[in-house]
């Protein structure tokens, strides 16, 4: 008994159930209401912007909550009630921004970023392998007969 | 060299992804651009509020440059925009009104205390016509050219600055 008290409190916090959907919104066909909260939970609550429409008592987000629900009744595919939404919000209602030319950067950009680190570390680290090309040079007459001197003399100040 | 510029290649890509991320950071999230600029006004028709006053549907924005307002009498906003739109309208300006999500009373009050700015006023109790809109927040103004295509919109209270600076040059421009 007490187990299940715990249970169920642990349950009141948990984030994935506690949507903002209304008894009086949730479809009478489970699958249906399953597909309105995985589409509702993509979609911007645009009151309150960063939450979705799932999770927000604004009445807006109610609306459109019922209005999704409303098209899938009415037949829409999951896409065809996104685009209806899109449609009338732009793009910024989808919590998830579309892959499209424009959003490249967005997507790849850091990837692009990640490999042409790896390009520019590949290239370092090769040069650094390769052993020195550049012979030392070599001593000239002068310097020699300066260093053998220079011996020379510390053999005899020893 | 080649080297050289192999290196300086992710600064570069960087310095890019920064520029990007700058300017997509520093736009306001609040002021949402309409996915109808240009484009013909949703198709609708919202029954009247008042019986002096008729109400509003897609066709009525033909023919005329006007402003669509969106408003409600449980709004605060409204209530401080009014004075605005009322100077509009004694100046001449087309104002058709949608009363968003409102009670017929409430709403009818709003107007006979405030005056009646509004050429026309649909009544939209379910917010059904506003989400064709794309309203999101109240209240938003639209600009209408004379064929009825949505050239502007103004989320939130117009202000003396917003009118002067935006509304009446657009106005005058799309009078012409």
Known sequence: MRALAVLAFLLAFLPGLAGAVQPDEVLADP????????????LRCLVCQNESIDESNATLARDLR???????????????????????????VLLSPPVRPSTWLLWYGPFGLLLAGAIAAVFYLRA??????VAEPELTGEERRRIEALLADEDRNS | MTRRLVYLLPLVLFLGVVAYFAVGLTRDPQKLPSTMIDRPAPEFALPPLLDSVPGLATADLKGQVALVNVFASWCAPCRVEHPILTGLARDGVTIFG??????????????????NPYTRVGVDADGRASIDWGVYGV?????????????????GALTARDVSEKIRPMLRELSR
């Open chain 2, 139 to 155: 209240p938003e103004t639209y600009v209408i050219d004379r064929e009825g295509h949505v050239r502007y919109r103004h989320v």
């Open chain 2, 98 to 115: 949608i009363n968003q999500k409102d009670k017929p009373e409430p709403a009818k009050r709003f107007l006979a205390n405030l005056g």
């Open chain 1, 66 to 92: 019922l209005l999704v629900r409303e098209r899938l009744v009415g037949g829409d595919s999951n896409a065809e009630v996104l685009d209806f939404v899109v449609q009338r919000y732009g793009d910024f």
């Open chain 1, 31 to 42: 699958a249906l209401e399953s597909r309105a909260r995985e589409i509702s939970k993509g």
């Open chain 1, 128 to 133: 650094q392998r390769r052993p020195a090309a």
